[in-house]
């Protein structure tokens, strides 16, 4: 936990908020900036202010002006800003080659730049993780139902091309059965990639007895104090949805937010849940 105060910069989902109870909880009150899918959160209970798009380079002198040292980036964001078409006050103005800069590439690439703009500016950037350590995956089976052969096949071939996948930073996540990937994920995210398995899967491409399981990896380059790959109740029933047997993630380089709600949402899917160290044993 950071000696000064800690900033949130919060995207949508829960997971921004168990990082705030968290810091609560050590006596610490952070700040909330939502961010992005944030803005449609209740942040009432927590000191906060939202900043629009066009209002980002305002953000660091209102942090100095409270006191925070350090920042965590968590949450989701579905849609990035395109600053072409905002009318920026005159501290986004001025920053505007370096926005333009940092929006380029993908999305670890972009992560990183942000962070480096905060360190830049004096800021110390914290990881989820070291706030909250125990939403990391755990190696080897977290849940009730064991993967069979087969299905750990599947978890590790899918493990490998989600990696593959990482190194091109294009996505995190992959489909796939004991013989074949049957899917990457895309800038769609992984939502819509399981919807495209579930649809191919009702088309007969996918055999009604082939084991397939999703796996998010973290990427080879990845900075671990950005967007770690993740799950929730959510991608257990939309894996569940699209005919899945399982979900793998790396361990100790991903979170289950919401831990007992995950299991529990598992074990109602019949669906397995596996973490795999980088060295590809469960």
């Not at 700040?31 to 942040?43: N, R, T």
């Not at 800069?101 to 989820?128: H, N, P, Q, T």
């Amino acid at each position: 936990m950071a000696d000064g105060r800690i900033a949130i910069l919060a995207g949508g989902g829960l997971l921004p908020r168990i990082v705030a109870e968290k810091i609560s909880a050590k006596g610490v009150s952070p700040l909330v900036v939502p961010i992005a899918d944030g803005m449609s959160e209740g942040w009432a209970d927590y000191d906060h202010r939202h900043f629009h798009w066009a209002r980002t380079g305002d953000v660091f002198s209102f942090l100095r002006a409270n006191g925070v040292s350090h920042v965590v980036f968590c949450g989701t964001i579905s849609i990035r800003p395109d600053f072409r078409s905002l009318l920026p006050s005159v501290r986004t103005l001025l920053m505007l080659p370096e926005i333009f800069r940092i929006v380029r590439g993908g999305d670890d690439s972009l992560l990183r730049a942000v962070g480096g703009a905060f360190e830049r500016r004096g800021f110390k950037v914290a990881s989820v993780q070291s706030i909250v350590p125990e939403l990391l995956t755990p190696i080897g089976p977290a849940s009730l139902r064991k993967p069979t052969a087969d299905e750990l096949a599947a978890t590790q071939r899918a493990h490998e091309a989600a990696v593959r996948l990482g190194e091109l930073d294009a996505g995190q996540a992959a489909v796939a059965s004991p013989d074949r990937v049957i899917a990457f994920e895309g800038i769609e995210g992984t939502r819509e990639m399981l919807e495209r398995v579930a649809d191919l899967r009702s088309r007969g491409r996918i055999g009604r007895s082939e084991p397939c399981v999703l796996f998010k990896a973290f990427k080879p380059q990845q900075d671990e104090r950005f967007d770690l790959p993740s799950i929730g109740t959510e991608t257990v029933r939309e894996a569940a949805a699209a005919g899945l047997c399982g979900i793998g993630l790396t361990a100790g380089r991903s979170l289950i937010i919401g831990r007992e709600d995950v299991l529990f949402a598992l074990d109602e899917q019949g669906l397995f849940l596996v973490g795999l160290e980088d060295g590809n044993q469960p």
